[in-house]
């Protein structure tokens, strides 16, 4: 019996097996299983581990959930962010971003003290990768903000 942390993103792509390929070649993802429907290709449930964390994700099956699509082509985007916090964060971008990430935020040290970027996947989920340079105080933390923000 497979062993799950307490929260995991699940995503609805329009092709699970394409977006599982990418996922590994892209994100250096491990599939840990998948399943498909009865007599099909789709998948109904597949689960990958990628730098540590779990997700899950699936083919759109619209026709069982009151025939409306749910991946983020059909709903116009995604308002989630997937965020990784990792050791890294270099590598592990230039290994997205050659394999067809679309950056929406190009990684770079931020005010936060985070070397931190976002990037789009193929199927219109949005991630958000970080490695945490320096931890500033709640002060320096203002101030930083303060100056970023330009007030």
Do not use: C
């Not at 990784?84 to 190009?106: H, K, L, S, Y």
Request: hydrophobic residues 40%; proline residues 7%; charged residues 20%.
């Amino acid at each position: 019996m497979e062993s799950y942390p307490p929260v995991i993103p699940y995503l609805v792509v329009p092709d699970a097996a394409a977006a599982i390929d990418f996922y590994k070649t892209a994100l250096g993802a491990m599939e840990v299983v998948r399943h498909h429907a009865p007599e099909s290709t789709r998948i109904t449930y597949a689960h990958l581990v990628i730098n540590d964390g779990s997700i899950m994700l699936s083919d759109d099956f619209s026709e069982m959930m009151g025939g409306k699509p749910s991946t983020p082509q059909a709903l116009g985007g995604s308002p989630v962010t997937i965020h990784m916090q990792m050791a890294d964060v270099d590598r592990f971008w230039e290994r997205a971003v050659e394999n067809g990430v679309i950056v929406t935020m190009p990684l770079a040290d931020q005010f936060w003290g985070d070397r931190y970027g976002q990037f789009q996947d193929p199927f219109g989920h949005k991630w958000s990768v970080g490695h945490t340079k320096i931890s500033l105080s709640e002060e320096q933390l203002r101030e930083a903000a303060r100056f970023w923000f330009k007030i």
